[in-house]
Every structure is written in C-alpha cells, then in structure tokens.
C-alpha cells in the first residue's frame, strides 16, 4: 500500500510541475520581460486582464536638460527608434552608453509611449513624469547596465 501511495503522490507532483511548466493556455506577459543585454529598458504591456498584448509599438524620448531637444531613446544612438512587443507583450528597447550618461551625469530622463491600432497605451508614470536616475536603479536588472519593469496597460 505504501508503495501504492508514494506512486500516487509522485504522480500528483509531476502533473503539478507540469501544469506549471506548460501553463494554463492563457496568453500570460514574460513577468518580468529581462534585458538581454547592457543599455535595455524593458517592460511588458498587458491588457486589463493582465495577458500580454503582441503587436504592440513602444518608443521611447530621452531628454537631456543640457541640450534643448528630444531626442529617440534608441537613436540616442542605436536604431531602431521604435520596438515592437513580442506575442507575450514583452519588449526592449536598446540604447546606448550614451544613455546611460545622460541620465546618470546629466539628469536627464526617458518617457515611454505605445500604441497599436491607434490606441494609446498607458504607461503612468513612466510617460507622464518620465523615468529618472532613482527609477532605473530601484528596476536595475543587475549584473547588466539595464533595467526592466517598465510595464503598461493596452
């Protein structure tokens, strides 16, 4: 019987794991969407529901008070100016060294805009007030020069 038992138990576990490895069938956003490698910002746009939203296009402005434009994160110097999320509603934008000077030593900072299909995403804060020195450090994805949890609702 007790070999019964352990059998059973084994049995329950692997569906679980397995369960939690395929996932339920539902659309989820990567949690969270990680750079991949040094001057990314990423995040994961998701709808009320939470799924992720694929399709979706994202850029992003970096202001720098020591000059009087705006320039594109990603032409600031690396193109494309603008991404679009994957299936799971995960995205990337890439910079460059530059970027990070300019928000580090010039206290600058980059807002964040999407849409698809001509309706706005809402980024809060991270389009409003924009996103600073202090918010790339406290979504810092250590050991890269990148940060992540830059999310938004479709």
């Known amino acids: 019987m007790k070999v019964k038992n352990k059998a059973m138990v084994a049995g329950v576990l692997a569906g679980a794991a397995a369960m939690t490895v395929l996932g339920t069938g539902v659309a989820q956003a990567a949690d969270p969407q990680w750079p991949s490698a040094n001057y990314q910002l990423c995040g994961n746009i998701r709808d009320s529901g939470g799924a992720g939203v694929g399709g979706v296009s994202i850029s992003g402005d970096l202001y720098d008070p020591t000059v009087s434009s705006t320039v594109p994160v990603a032409s600031y110097p690396i193109p494309p100016a603008t991404v679009t999320t994957a299936a799971d509603g995960g995205y990337c934008l890439q910079g460059a060294s530059s970027l990070v000077n ?20 809402n980024f809060g804060t991270w389009e409003s007030s924009g996103i600073y020195l202090s918010d790339f450090f406290s979504q810092w994805a250590f050991p890269l020069q990148s940060a992540y949890g830059f999310d938004g609702v479709y």
């Open 102 to 121: 300019v928000i580090q030593n010039n206290g600058g900072w980059v807002k964040l805009h999407g849409t698809k299909a001509g309706t706005p995403v």
